[in-house]
C-alpha cells in the first residue's frame, strides 16, 4: 500500500520505517500536532490542503497564519486558495488584511467572496478588541 512520508510528502510503502527520499524516521515523529498539520500544508494532493487548512482555522494554529498567506495567494488549486483565506479570517491573522483586501477586488468572484468575508471577521474583532481595550 502507498502512503506518504510526513516529512517530504513522497510515496511511500505504508511498510517502510525510514523514507527513501528524506530519510526520516517513519515510526517516530516527534513534532506537535500543530506543526504536523503545518508542515501537512505542504502535501501534494489538493484535497488533504483544502482539510488542513479548515482544521487549522478550527484550532486556531495561529502560527500558520504566514503559511495560510502563501496559499492564499500562491496555490494553484483554487479551492486551496479559498479554504487558506477562510482560515486566515478563522485564524483573525490581522496582518494578512492587505492581502485579503487584493484579493476581495479580484476578479475571482468565489476567492473575492471568502476574502472579503474574512476580512469582516477580522475587522470585527479587531474593532471588539480596542472596544475593549478603551473600557
Request: with cysteine; aromatic share 4%; charged share 30%.
Amino acid at each position: 500500500m502507498i502512503a506518504y512520508c510526513t516529512h517530504c510528502w513522497r510515496e511511500v510503502n505504508s511498510e517502510a520505517e525510514v523514507c527513501p527520499d528524506c530519510e526520516a524516521d517513519l515510526t517516530l515523529d516527534q513534532r506537535t500536532y500543530e506543526q504536523k498539520l503545518i508542515g501537512a500544508l505542504a502535501h501534494p494532493l489538493p484535497e488533504a490542503r483544502v482539510r488542513i487548512c479548515w482544521l487549522i482555522g478550527e484550532n486556531r494554529i495561529r502560527q500558520a497564519g504566514s503559511d495560510l498567506m502563501r496559499l492564499a495567494a500562491d496555490d494553484p488549486d483554487l479551492y486551496v486558495r479559498k479554504a487558506a483565506l477562510e482560515g486566515l479570517g478563522a485564524l483573525c491573522v490581522s496582518h494578512s488584511t492587505s492581502l485579503l483586501r487584493r484579493i476581495s477586488k479580484g476578479e475571482n468572484r468565489l476567492l473575492a467572496a471568502a476574502a472579503r468575508k474574512s476580512l469582516d471577521v477580522i475587522t470585527r474583532e479587531l474593532k471588539s478588541c480596542s472596544g475593549k481595550a478603551e473600557q
